[in-house]
C-alpha cells in the first residue's frame, strides 16, 4: 500500500517543488536507505551531503535549505519543522495502513491481582505482573513483561516497553555499626497522561511520599530513576541516564545518553543536559549544560589529567605573583 503525496500534504500541509503531487510514496527511509518511491527528511544540515546523494523520490526540508535540495534535482517538500513532519507523518502512514493497534484486555499469561484497577480500554501484555492497588488508565498499554507495583498509578494512553518495572523498591539503608538496615519504601509512583517508559526502565517507588513522573514525560531504555524523584511535565531523557533519589526535575527538559544527576538536586524548567554528563549541583537557569572530559588518545588523556590534578596550586601561584606585582 502507498501514499500519493497529495494526500500526506492535504493532512500535513508542506509546499512541493520539482515534483508530481500524484507520485506514490511507498515508504519512508532515511536519506541513505531511501530509493526513488521512498519518502525521507532532512532535519540536520550537517547531513547536507547525505541529502544531494540521497535517492529518495521526495525529501521533506527546511526553507533554509531549499536551495540545497534545488541542487539535487529531485521532489522536495518545504515544511516548518521536517524532523516534526516526520513524526507526523509515520502516525498517518500507521493509521493509513491500518496497523493492528494494540487490542485492549488482559492477556491469559498476565497476573493482575485481586485490588488492582484496570480501565477496559488499556492492555495488559504477555507476561505483565500488575499488584494489588495499581491503577492502570484507560489507553495505557504493558507491553510484555512489564511489573507494576502496589499502589502504582499510571494515567491514561501511557505506554510501558518490555521489561521495565514501576514502584520497585528504592534504595534505602541505614547503617548501624557496619550493617545496613534497610529503609522500607512506603510510597509509591504516580505517572500522569501520555507518559512512555522505554524498555527494562526502573522508577522506584517514593520512601514516604510518591516518585512523580508528570504529563507527557518520554523516557528511554534502561533509565534509573530513584525514589522520590519528581520530573516536570513533557521532559525527555535518552538511554542509561540515571536520577538519584530525591532530584527534582523541571519541565521540558532534556538529559542526554548516560546523563547522571545526583540526589537531592533541583533542575529548573528547559534545562538541557548533555550526554554523559554528571549533575553534581543544582541548576536554577534554563539552558545547554555540559560536563564531560573530552575523548583523546590516552596517553594525551593521561597528561591532561594530570595537569588538571595542579590547577588550583596553579591558580595559587598565579594570585601570589599578581599579589606580589600589585604591592612591588
Keep these: 500500500m502507498s501514499l500519493q503525496l497529495v494526500q500526506i500534504m492535504e493532512v500535513l500541509g508542506g509546499t512541493l517543488e520539482q515534483g508530481d503531487p500524484a507520485m506514490e510514496i511507498q515508504a519512508i527511509a ?3 536507505d531511501a530509493g526513488p518511491q521512498d519518502f ?11 541529502m544531494l546523494a540521497s535517492k529518495a523520490g521526495c525529501i521533506a526540508v527546511s526553507a533554509q535549505m531549499q536551495e540545497q535540495a534545488r541542487q539535487r ?3 522536495y517538500l518545504v515544511v516548518d519543522n521536517p524532523y516534526l513532519y516526520f513524526a507526523r507523518l509515520t502516525q498517518l502512514w500507521r493509521k493509513h495502513h491500518a496497523i493492528r493497534p494494540v487490542p485492549a484486555g488482559i492477556h491469559p499469561s498476565a497476573v493482575v491481582e485481586e ?3 484496570v480501565h477496559p480500554s488499556a492492555s495488559i501484555g504477555p507476561l505483565c505482573h500488575v499488584a494489588s492497588g495499581a ?4 489507553d495505557s498499554v504493558l507491553t510484555s ?3 507494576v507495583g502496589a499502589d502504582c498509578v499510571l494515567g491514561e494512553r501511557v505506554l510501558v516497553q518490555p521489561g521495565a518495572v514501576i ?3 528504592g534504595f534505602g539503608f541505614a547503617n548501624e555499626r557496619g550493617r545496613w538496615i534497610k529503609i522500607e519504601q512506603l510510597g509509591g509512583v504516580q505517572i500522569g497522561d501520555d507518559v512512555e517508559i522505554g524498555s527494562n526502565t526502573c522508577i522506584d517507588r517514593g520512601a514516604l511520599r510518591d516518585t512523580i513522573i508528570a504529563n507527557g514525560v518520554k523516557i528511554d531504555n534502561q533509565v534509573q530513576i530513584g525514589h522520590n524523584v519528581e520530573i516536570g511535565e513533557h521532559s525527555a531523557m535518552a538511554g542509561c541516564v540515571g536520577i538519584a533519589g530525591s532530584a527534582k526535575i523541571g519541565r521540558q527538559c532534556t538529559i542526554g545518553g548516560a546523563g547522571m544527576i545526583l540526589g537531592h538536586l533541583e533542575i529548573a524548567d528547559n534545562v538541557h543536559i548533555s550526554a554523559a554528563t554528571v549533575v553534581s ?6 539552558g545547554q549544560y555540559t560536563g564531560f572530559f573530552p575523548i583523546d588518545d590516552n596517553g594525551s588523556w593521561e597528561k591532561n589529567a594530570a595537569t588538571l590534578k595542579h590547577l588550583h596550586a596553579l591558580r595559587d601561584r598565579i594570585k601570589a605573583l599578581e599579589q606580589t606585582q600589585k604591592n612591588g
Excluded at 491503577?135 to 484507560?138: E, K, T
Design 115 to 117: 485490588g488492582a484497577i
Design 40 to 50: 525521507s527528511f532532512l532535519s540536520n544540515p550537517k547531513l547536507q551531503a547525505q
Design 135 to 138: 491503577v492502570i488508565g484507560a
Design 145 to 147: 513483561r512489564v511489573t
Design 30 to 32: 532515511s536519506l541513505e
Design 73 to 75: 534535482g529531485g521532489a
Design 167 to 169: 514502584g520497585g523498591d
Design 281 to 286: 549541583r543544582s541548576i536554577r537557569q534554563p
